[in-house]
């Protein structure tokens, strides 16, 4: 049987956990900005499904961004012609969040 490695979910998803110390408030606020600045650049559409969920979705990526009021998760989704990219992307993305969500201390 042929096994392609671009179906392998672990390859397709970009997963990242980042602790803050914004509040939960605070937070909102800045993944409100982060979601708004990437429909403009990138044609992403974002909408919250909660006070805490965000779900995005764009050509070739889908995925959702939770908070609360000490941590924010990213989950992202990327299709088949974003594999090649995969590493790059995700380095981009911690860097893009770094700019927007400080780091907790320690």
Known sequence: MFFSSALN??????EIERRH?????AARLAA???AADMDERFALDYEWESNTELTFRGAGVRGVLQLDD???????HLGLMLLPVRQVLEQEIHEYID??????AG
Do not use: M, R, S, Y
């Open 70 to 76: 000490k941590t924010l998760f990213l989950n992202v």
């Open 32 to 34: 409100e900005a982060i």
């Open 99 to 104: 700019q927007w969500l400080p780091c907790a």
């Open 21 to 25: 110390h914004l509040g939960l408030a």
């Open 9 to 14: 979910p672990d390859l397709a998803t970009i």
